[in-house]
């Protein structure tokens, strides 16, 4: 019987990939996103065996790509033998910033909302469909005062900022929680819409709950309701007005 020969490629045609041959490089790529989303937490969770465990991958397999990560300098290992974020990541993390428009105006409100409130003041976006992350604070001046939680993933289901990412405001269009995310912990947050209409942002004051009084509440949530609708304005958000002068802290 003769054998079946191969079908002929046409001279500068690209070859047809073998079946399975994109599967393992797909996979392998994808493990190694899933390890670098593992570097965000406490040093006791970005050791080896525990960055392994987190993303249910062996320890050799870990290893290897890890290995690799950190030759391309996206990933580095710091003097206790944790792994971190690498500086290459770091940069590709600032232009991603940076060419974000709501980043870069977000800075005067926030300031104006931590001067006036007297506490921190916040950016958030979505992450995913369950969480969001804080891109940029202003903290708050005094002593006890709300911890960094930038770059952390954060509930939205838990979250002020979570409540006003999927657009839940009250009437003066802002939303609060006590106890939020960690306890002890008060927010007070309002959506920052874009030019196609949706949300794609949250600005907030967080601060310790002893300090934070329904008037306060009341008071800081207009605040941030304002600064979201100036910050939408700005993004050309149809319907958004750009609200008078921040009111200053009696």
Same mark, same amino acid.
């Given at each position: &019987?003769?054998?079946?020969?191969?079908?002929?490629?046409?001279?500068?045609?690209?070859?047809?990939?073998?079946?399975?041959?994109?599967?393992?490089?797909?996979?392998?790529?994808?493990?190694?996103?899933? %390890?670098?989303?593992?570097?965000?937490?406490?040093?006791?969770?970005?050791?080896?065996?525990?960055?392994?465990?987190?993303?249910?991958?062996?320890?050799?397999?870990?290893?290897? +790509?890890?290995?690799?990560?950190?030759?391309?300098?996206?990933?580095?290992?710091?003097?206790?033998? #944790?792994?971190?974020?690498? +500086?290459?990541?770091?940069?590709?993390?600032?232009?991603?910033?940076?060419?974000? *428009?709501?980043?870069?105006?977000?800075?005067?409100? %926030?300031?104006?909302?931590?001067?006036?409130?007297?506490?921190?003041?916040?950016?958030?976006?979505?992450?995913?469909?369950? *969480?969001?992350?804080?891109?940029? #604070?202003?903290?708050?001046? *005094?002593?006890?005062?709300?911890?960094?939680? %930038?770059?952390?993933?954060?509930?939205?289901?838990?979250?002020?900022?979570?409540?006003?990412?999927?657009?839940?405001?009250?009437?003066?269009?802002?939303?609060?929680?006590?106890?939020?995310?960690?306890?002890?912990? @008060?927010?007070?947050?309002?959506?920052?819409?874009?030019?196609?209409?949706?949300?794609?942002?949250?600005?907030?004051?967080?601060?310790?709950?002893?300090? &934070?009084?329904?008037?306060?509440?009341?008071?800081?949530?207009? &605040?941030?309701?304002?600064?979201?609708?100036?910050?939408?304005?700005?993004?050309?958000?149809?319907?958004? @007005?750009?609200?008078?002068? +921040?009111?200053?802290?009696?």
């Amino acid at each position: &019987m003769a054998k079946k020969q191969a079908p002929l490629l046409t001279p500068g045609a690209p070859a047809r990939p073998q079946p399975g041959a994109e599967r393992l490089p797909v996979r392998a790529i994808k493990r190694a996103f899933d %390890l670098l989303a593992a570097l965000d937490g406490p040093p006791a969770t970005r050791t080896l065996s525990a960055i392994a465990r987190n993303v249910d991958l062996p320890i050799s397999t870990a290893a290897r +790509i890890l290995a690799t990560l950190e030759q391309t300098g996206l990933v580095r290992r710091e003097f206790g033998g #944790q792994y971190a974020p690498g +500086i290459r990541l770091l940069q590709i993390g600032l232009s991603a910033l940076k060419a974000t *428009n709501v980043y870069e105006l977000s800075e005067p409100h %926030l300031r104006h909302l931590s001067e006036a409130s007297g506490e921190t003041a916040n950016l958030a976006v979505r992450a995913d469909a369950a *969480n969001a992350i804080y891109l940029r #604070q202003v903290v708050s001046d *005094n002593p006890v005062h709300h911890a960094s939680w %930038l770059g952390l993933l954060l509930p939205i289901n838990k979250t002020a900022v979570g409540d006003a990412l999927a657009g839940k405001t009250n009437a003066q269009g802002y939303f609060a929680r006590r106890d939020t995310f960690a306890a002890g912990v @008060t927010a007070v947050a309002a959506p920052v819409y874009g030019a196609g209409g949706g949300v794609v942002a949250a600005f907030s004051i967080t601060g310790p709950s002893f300090r &934070m009084s329904e008037r306060d509440l009341k008071r800081f949530g207009i &605040m941030v309701s304002a600064q979201a609708r100036a910050a939408s304005a700005e993004l050309g958000a149809p319907n958004a @007005t750009t609200p008078p002068a +921040i009111v200053r802290p009696v």
